[in-house]
T-cell receptor
Framework: GNSVTQMEGPVTLSEEAFLTINCTYTATGYPSLFWYVQYPGEGLQLLLKATKADDKGSNKGFEATYRKETTSFHLEKGSVQVSDSAVYFCALILPPLGFQKLVFGTGTRLLVSP | EPEVTQTPSHQVTQMGQEVILRCVPISNHLYFYWYRQILGQKVEFLVSFYNNEISEKSEIFDDQFSVERPDGSNFTLKIRSTKLEDSAMYFC???????????FGEGSWLTVV
């Protein structure tokens, strides 16, 4: 079946550290890939996305590259801030995009300390 | 920025009771969804809704669940007779059209005791 696997959290970092959250997927076709973020007390927000192999999604200093050969979509940020503390969800949608059923990973909590 | 709003934010209910979770999707959106996340587990798709009917549902979405768009603005999820295992965060979501970003609400945390 189609699934997403994320590294377990929490990930605890100091401010300005480099962040990597691993995400790998299993899919029967060629999915579109997403990172969603949930800040405390808020809903899921789209952080970035990539729709085909070798695409790089980026937003707010975060980046992720769609790697078809390793079926991965790892999230990176060069220098995290306290305000980045949140839960990060990797997800995929399989084409055709009709009705867009997202398949999520379990989420990875990031804690950034000053 | 427009947002999806959900009520209540938290509800505690006794096993066997009916629960209705409410959502107001973004006004020009046409596709609506419910997802849920049991504590410590993945966010799971429950149901999608388009053109006033269910377009897809998961195996979780059994006869105890129903959805409705009663008045053109609200989108509700009803659980007819709650079970302990229904305790979860329920997320409503909507999108304008196929291929567009899906916007999520803040979630409704349901605790069944």
């Amino acid at each position: 079946g189609n699934s997403v696997t994320q590294m377990e959290g929490p990930v605890t970092l100091s401010e300005e550290a480099f962040l990597t959250i691993n995400c790998t997927y299993t899919a029967t076709g060629y999915p579109s890939l997403f990172w969603y973020v949930q800040y405390p007390g808020e809903g899921l927000q789209l952080l970035l996305k990539a729709t085909k192999a070798d695409d790089k999604g980026s937003n707010k200093g975060f980046e992720a590259t769609y790697r078809k050969e390793t079926t991965s979509f790892h999230l990176e940020k060069g220098s995290v801030q306290v305000s980045d503390s949140a839960v990060y969800f990797c997800a995929l949608i399989l084409p055709p995009l009709g009705f867009q059923k997202l398949v999520f990973g379990t989420g990875t909590r990031l804690l950034v300390s000053p | 920025e427009p947002e999806v709003t959900q009520t209540p934010s938290h509800q505690v209910t006794q096993m066997g009771q009916e629960v209705i979770l409410r959502c107001v999707p973004i006004s020009n959106h046409l596709y609506f969804y419910w997802y849920r996340q049991i504590l410590g587990q993945k966010v799971e798709f429950l149901v999608s809704f388009y053109n006033n009917e269910i377009s897809e549902k998961s195996e979780i979405f059994d006869d105890q669940f129903s959805v409705e768009r009663p008045d053109g603005s609200n989108f509700t999820l009803k659980i007819r007779s709650t079970k302990l295992e229904d305790s979860a965060m329920y997320f409503c979501a909507s999108t304008e059209s196929e291929g567009n970003t899906i916007y999520f609400g803040e979630g409704s945390w349901l605790t069944v005791v």
